[in-house]
């Protein structure tokens, strides 16, 4: 079952990477990130020699959490150029665009897909209890996830729809306690959806699924990134010295 996810998520990337060339836009790739995972959630259904209930539930947590950010990314990037920081990686590579957008864009990805991803994986190969409290801890964990990603991805929406808004920070609603909670919600679900295969024989081994979703949303393409790109900005750098970065948290008086 691992060898058949591994093929299944190279090709897809493969073809993602393909059509990334013929759009002139690597930034496609983070609408086939969700897709990606929903492919692989329901591969595991149809492929899995015996059923859980367990698995079931799992699969339908990352299906609902990708089918939702990869329908909110469309709409988000729909018309517009490519992603910013994608397009600094074009500039940045200059000649060598293509093989490191390749390696380090979309291979890349596919290995970080596979690992996230890997919960899923384990419980469509082998037999697991019945559910328990840790599963009822692990939906309440995700589903508040689910909550602080969907309304920051929602409230973010609606304020860049107003064009008064245009070059300010959204620094109310659930923005106002997290600079970053859609990454913080993000977070939440896979660590909740660990919690849930955590009582599954050997599932203490999906703790690097939500170790790596943390680390690249805190250290890597996620929060850096989008803090970089804003250090020039002096009403961010002050909602900076306001807000907490990642965890959500009452704000801070400046004086």
């Keep these: ?31 086939g990130w969700g897709l990606g995972f ?24 990352i299906i609902l959490w990708g ?5 909110y990314i469309y709409s988000r990037n729909r018309g517009k150029k490519e992603d910013f920081r994608y397009a600094k990686w074009r500039a940045d590579w200059g000649k060598y665009w293509l093989i490191r957008s390749y390696l380090q864009v979309f291979i890349l990805q596919g290995i970080f897909m596979f690992t996230v991803v890997y919960p899923v994986i384990m419980l469509s190969s082998q ?21 602080w990603e969907s309304m920051a ?30 990454y913080f919600g993000e977070s939440m679900m896979w660590w909740g ?5 955590a009582s599954a024989p ?11 979703i943390t680390f690249l949303l805190t250290k890597v393409s996620g929060i850096p990134l989008i803090e970089k790109h804003h250090q020039n900005d002096a009403a961010y750098q002050d909602y900076i010295r306001r807000t907490s970065v990642f965890f959500p948290w009452k704000p801070k008086a400046v004086k």
């Design 1 to 31: 079952m691992y060898l058949y996810t591994m093929i299944l998520i190279f090709v897809y990337m493969n073809l993602f990477f393909l059509l990334a060339i013929t759009k002139k836009d690597n930034s496609i790739v983070d609408i």
């Design 193 to 197: 959806i660990f919690v849930i295969v």
């Design 127 to 147: 037999q697991t209890s019945s559910l328990n409290l840790l599963d009822c801890l692990g939906v309440v964990i995700w589903v508040t996830g689910f909550f």
């Design 67 to 71: 089918l939702r950010l990869s329908i």
């Design 153 to 182: 991805d929602y409230q973010k929406n609606k304020f860049k729809q107003v064009p008064s808004n245009k070059g300010k920070v959204m620094d109310s609603g659930v923005w106002k306690y997290s600079r970053h909670p859609n």
């Design 38 to 61: 929903i492919l692989v959630a329901i591969f595991q259904l149809i492929a899995s020699d015996i059923l859980n209930i367990r698995q079931i539930m799992v699969s339908i947590l």
């Design 202 to 212: 050997h599932g203490i081994y999906a703790i690097f699924s939500p170790l790596i």
